[in-house]
């Protein structure tokens, strides 16, 4: 066949991004409550950005914000160029967002493997029944490739998160969203878990968006916003991190 007769490939155009996430003007409301106030955030393609700040100030109302379990009142949310805002959890699922939630939710009946097939619901073909666990998931976390047939409830903490971090990475995303992963955990499993993330980062290129207080964990990631009632109110770069902000806004 001539290449003038080829027909036309219907393929959507390559929209070059270097914005993997970004939130503009966000005011959301439980009720009658006024929680998060002109919220502008973003993550840049391939780096990791970490949302600090005290308890209660609205970390976890922005990334469900961003997921899409609250809907903002006003506001604008793109991934990777492309609007969201109106779209539903599982839809920016298979867009490529994933989340590790506060508290893990991890299923405590199911066992670790049945936890990670979980995870390939969010790829954006859905789950076909067939699917293995690749060796990668293993190699960043090889604690849970002894562990596949143990009930999830039977895990410790640490373990429990690794456990959520593999099964977001189940469903291929291309925003990781961790919402205070090191919560309750021990120093050295706290370690395992940073390095994990930064590997994570450098292997797929995927792009992080982290509520974290744990200052080591802070520091790598490459940017930072800090939060007070509800509105951002210090950002940059986490090697321009000062004393006062340390002070002001993580719990150390
Ligand atoms: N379902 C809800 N209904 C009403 N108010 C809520 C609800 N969830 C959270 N809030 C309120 O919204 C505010 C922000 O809560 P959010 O959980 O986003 O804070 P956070 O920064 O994640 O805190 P933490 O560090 O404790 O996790 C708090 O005042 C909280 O009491
Ligand atoms: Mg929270």
Same mark, same amino acid.
């Given at each position: 066949m ?6 036309a ?6 929209q070059p991004?270097?914005?993997m ?17 002109q919220?502008?955030?973003?993550v840049?393609?391939?780096?990791m ?6 308890n ?6 922005l990334?469900?914000?961003v ?9 604008a949310?793109?991934?990777?160029g492309?609007?969201i805002?109106?779209? $539903?959890?599982?839809?920016?699922? /298979?867009?490529? &967002? ?10 405590? /009946?199911l066992s670790?493997k049945e ?7 969010a790829r954006?073909?859905g789950?076909?029944?067939n699917?293995?666990?690749?060796d990668e &998931? ?8 002894t @562990?596949? $047939?143990r009930r999830g409830g039977d895990?410790?903490g640490?373990q429990?998160?690794?456990l959520? &971090?593999? /099964?977001?990475? @189940? ?7 961790l ?9 050295s499993i ?8 930064r ?5 797929s290129?995927?792009s992080?968006l982290?509520?974290e207080?744990?200052?080591h964990?802070? /520091?790598q ?5 800090a @939060? ?5 109110? $210090?950002s ?6 000062s004393? $006062?902000?340390?002070?002001q806004f993580l719990?150390?």
């Open positions: 001539s290449a003038v007769n080829a027909p490939l219907d393929l959507p155009p390559v991004t270097e914005t996430l970004q939130a503009t003007n966000l005011n959301v409301y439980y009720g009658e409550s006024h929680i998060l106030r919220v502008d955030l973003s840049p393609v391939g780096q950005v970490c949302l600090i700040g005290r209660g100030v609205g970390k976890t109302t990334l469900k914000t997921l899409g379990l609250l809907r903002p009142r006003t506001g949310i793109e991934l990777a492309q609007p805002t109106h779209l $539903s959890p599982d839809r920016r699922a /298979r867009l490529g &967002i994933g989340y590790v939630p506060q508290g893990r939710e991890i299923i405590p /009946r670790v936890n990670l097939l979980l995870g390939l619901e954006p073909s789950r076909k029944g699917e293995t666990i690749s &998931i293993f190699e960043l976390f090889p604690v849970l490739k @562990m596949l $047939s895990l410790s640490g429990q998160q690794q959520a &971090i593999a /099964r977001a990475l @189940m469903g291929q995303p291309r925003l990781l969203v919402d205070e992963p090191t919560e309750g955990i021990q120093p706290i370690l395992e878990i940073e390095a994990a993330v590997r994570i980062i450098e292997v290129k995927i992080v982290l509520v207080q744990h200052l964990f802070v /520091r990631a490459d940017f930072y916003y @939060m007070q009632k509800g509105g951002i109110v $210090s940059g770069s986490t090697r321009e991190l004393q $006062s902000v340390i002070q719990a150390v």
